[in-house]
């Protein structure tokens, strides 16, 4: 089946590590996105790409990287830098251009900071 | 810029009673409007869109939204909520930048009562 995969769907971390949560992606959309859910506020934009090897900063950059070394994935490094890193996180693909902005969504992947 | 507010932070109803959830939206061009759901500890499931084809937008699950450009408004509707509609809802619209990004609203979660 052609979706998006995200894991791990939980991860538990310890302050100062950093932790990578892995987004993968088989419906060949170019556009990729990473966005953080905190109650009461809706999504939130962190990182997007439009194609391979490109990436921009979002809304909430700070303490967080990315990579898009291949169409399929996009994978989110949340940093030590990340003042308050708890939170529920979602990845979307998007066929990007002249698209009508459409997304989808993986699971999400719910970290937790100890 | 182009942005979205959702009324009311929860709605209750009874099974069988009718579902409204408010969308207004901000946007100096026509607009790509969306509503998705999220059930517990899930992604984000697309119900509907208006491209600006037909103003009455037919979803999923027996939802439907009316585009009201005098209004603003974008509000999705039920006739007779169902136990399994409990869940958050996010009207979202399209960023009309040279590159396709969504802003969400902060959520609505509905509540059905037997």
């Known amino acids: 089946d052609g979706g998006i995969t995200q894991s ?3 991860l538990f971390r310890k302050e100062g590590q950093n932790v990578t949560l892995s987004c993968e992606q088989n419906l060949n959309h170019d556009a990729m996105y990473w966005y953080r859910q905190d109650p009461g506020q809706g999504l939130r934009l962190i ?7 490109d990436f921009q900063k979002g809304d909430i950059a700070e303490g967080y990287s990315v990579s898009r070394e291949k169409k399929e994935s996009f994978p989110l490094t949340v940093t030590s830098a990340q003042k308050n890193p708890t939170a529920f996180y979602l990845c979307a693909s998007g066929v990007g251009g002249l698209g009508t902005g459409e997304l989808f969504f993986g699971e999400g992947s719910r970290l937790t900071v100890l | ?14 099974e069988g009673a009718l579902v409204l959830l408010r969308c207004n939206y901000s946007s ?18 697309l119900l509907l869109k208006y491209t ?13 939204a009316e585009f009201k450009k005098s209004e603003t408004s974008f509000h999705l509707t039920k ?7 409990a869940a958050e809802y996010f009207c979202a619209v399209r960023m009309n930048t040279g590159f396709q990004k969504l802003v969400f ?10």
């Open chain 2, 28 to 45: 100096s061009v026509p607009p790509y409007l969306f509503w998705y759901v999220q059930y517990p500890n899930q992604g984000l499931q």
């Open chain 2, 105 to 114: 609203g902060t959520g609505t979660r509905l509540l059905v009562s037997p």
């Open chain 2, 52 to 64: 600006s084809a037909a103003t009455l937008v037919k979803g999923i699950n027996g939802f439907e």
């Open chain 1, 47 to 53: 990182y997007y790409s439009q194609i391979v090897n």
């Open chain 2, 1 to 14: 810029a182009q942005s979205v507010t959702q009324l009311g932070s929860h709605v209750s109803v009874s």
């Open chain 2, 79 to 85: 006739p007779s909520a169902h136990m399994s509609d």
């Open chain 1, 8 to 10: 791990p769907k939980y």
